[in-house]
């Protein structure tokens, strides 16, 4: 199964490995939505929809439709193993 930004629980980390369906919109780009860059999920709102991440110290708010387009290879959280 792939695993995107959509896919995580609060607190989980990945590791941005591609996008799925090409291209993001260039301000997330911009704000470091980039492959190899480290994601964490900090919240998700009431329906849903926005999601809440935390990208390179910006906290920043992006549409469940672009958070299932980013690829992500999960982080193990070492203190809950």
Do not use: W
């Not at 995107?4 to 490995?17: D, S, W």
């Not at 708010?61 to 958070?67: D, K």
């Amino acid at each position: 199964m792939v695993t995107t930004v959509a896919h995580l629980k609060r607190g989980e980390r990945g590791i941005i490995k591609e996008f799925t369906q090409g291209m993001l919109p260039i301000k997330l780009l911009e704000l470091g939505c980039l492959p190899g860059n480290e994601v964490e999920l900090i919240q998700i709102a009431p329906l849903k929809d926005p999601i809440y991440i935390n990208v390179n110290g910006s906290h920043i708010a992006i549409r469940r439709s672009v958070a299932l387009q980013i690829e992500l290879d999960l982080i193990e959280d070492k203190a809950a193993l």
